[in-house]
């Protein structure tokens, strides 16, 4: 799995129920540490974002460092 595959379950997810989608990569759950959005679809879709900058910006050792 790809990190795509991982963001777009969890947009897809967030659009469609207020639960959490689970399973969020590791840079994913950086981002919700980190950035600390609300936990409305907003707060989700936005974690997924920063997410997603993170994976491609940042090697997997790294952001499991952060």
Known sequence: MNVFDGAA????VALH?????????????????LYRAGSDLGGTLEQVGL????????????ILEM
């Not at 639960?19 to 919700?32: C, E, P, Y």
């Not at 997410?51 to 790294?62: A, D, H, I, T, V």
């Open 9 to 12: 379950r969890a947009g897809l």
């Open 17 to 33: 129920t207020s639960g959490d989608a689970g399973g969020s990569t590791i840079a994913q759950q950086l981002a919700k540490q």
């Open 51 to 62: 997410g997603l900058k993170l994976s491609l910006s940042y090697s997997k050792p790294q």
